[in-house]
């Protein structure tokens, strides 16, 4: 049975991820990580009439590519955890229809990978699910046509904004003893974090401080410091947020993360080379970064211990308009591999 150390739980079952996806469009694929990634699609359109269509495409293809290399039929699958960035998580729920397996919808923004997999992780250790998909999307046109302005508008684009990922990751979690597979040992769930950041393009700052939180309470539950870690991956905080956590880490709790600690959303861009500004950002771009290069470098053992902390600004549209601040939260996964 699980037990808990202050927000942190020490899972028995240990799921493994046995297999992993990420799809993404054009632009992610001529970054750094583009051979990473198991699907790169030409047309971010894929096609299809909408960006919201596209969307949901991009994560279909990233969940049954992910069952194709785990050799896992859709029958097998008890459920999929999944959400993302539109209005009543749409991308999910209409990627996800056709698949015919039952789905639990989750919001925590760009938290969301992390967000799935804790709850998958929960859902086998309670002994009623053996087999779960861990999910999520996002989609640079969608995000930026609901929260900001439509393409169309030309506004010009802030030095602290970031650029949403177009991509999908998604990983097949199972109560297995595979001991090639690497395991989510422990997970915690974060908590709000507001600090009264009103600025919509400037995501990094409004998250920063939910990432310090979790980082901190994660390893004064586990009794660890940061070089216990190969790397604490923080889910996009582009280079903003990532210097104003090391900054408050450092000022506030006397830790420094600089030796392990790296930002998907600095991962996958060029930011000079491919103008993204601040980085990248968006639920695709932990989902990606994590569901290809990290968990590809934990099967070659590369990677034996990774402390990932996706997250995540929880804002919408009306909000913003209101005036309200943006809450920030952040939620840590601890995957290790059996060559520790």
Not at 51 to 66: G, M, P, T
Not at 83 to 106: A, E, N, T
Not at 139 to 161: M, N, W
Request: proline share 3%.
């Amino acid at each position: 049975m699980a037990t808990r150390k202050g927000k942190t739980i020490f899972l028995e079952k240990k799921p493994r991820i046995i297999a992993n996806a990420a799809a993404v469009g054009k632009k992610e694929g001529e970054g750094p990580l583009g051979k990473e990634f198991d699907l790169v699609f030409s047309d971010d359109k894929l096609g299809l009439p909408s960006w919201e269509k596209a969307e949901s495409e991009l994560l279909k293809r990233a969940v049954e590519k992910a069952l194709l290399n785990a050799a896992t039929e859709k029958n097998e699958v008890d459920a999929i955890f999944s959400g993302d960035l539109l209005d009543q998580c749409i991308g999910s729920s209409f990627g996800l229809r056709s698949l015919k397996i039952p789905v639990c919808g989750l919001y925590g923004a760009c938290s969301t990978m992390a967000l799935s997999l804790c709850t998958a992780s929960l859902a086998i250790e309670t002994g009623g699910f053996d087999c779960c998909v861990a999910a999520t999307c996002s989609h640079f046109c969608s995000a930026e046509k609901q929260f900001r302005y439509p393409l169309e508008y030309g506004g010009q684009r802030t030095p602290t904004a970031q650029w949403t990922v177009t991509g999908a990751g998604a990983a097949v979690l199972k109560n297995s003893k595979k001991s090639a597979s690497p395991y989510i040992d422990k997970i915690h769930l974060g908590t709000i974090c507001d600090l009264g950041i009103t600025d919509a393009n400037n995501m990094g700052a409004a998250m920063a401080p939910a990432a310090k939180k979790t980082i901190t309470d994660f390893l004064c539950d586990t009794g660890t410091s940061p070089s216990d870690y190969d790397m604490i991956l923080t889910g996009d905080l582009g280079k903003v947020g990532s210097d104003l956590l090391k900054e408050l880490m450092l000022r506030e709790e006397g830790i420094d993360l600089s030796s392990v600690h790296n930002d998907c959303g600095l991962l996958i861009f060029d930011r000079e080379a491919q103008d993204v500004h601040a980085g990248g950002s968006g639920c695709g771009c932990s989902a990606s970064v994590l569901c290809s290069y990290i968990l590809n470098r934990f099967r070659n053992g590369f990677f034996k211990k990774v402390l990932f902390v996706a997250t995540g600004a929880l804002m919408s549209p009306v909000s913003s308009l209101q005036g309200e601040s943006i809450p920030g939260i952040a939620h840590a996964v601890l995957i290790k591999s059996d060559n520790n």
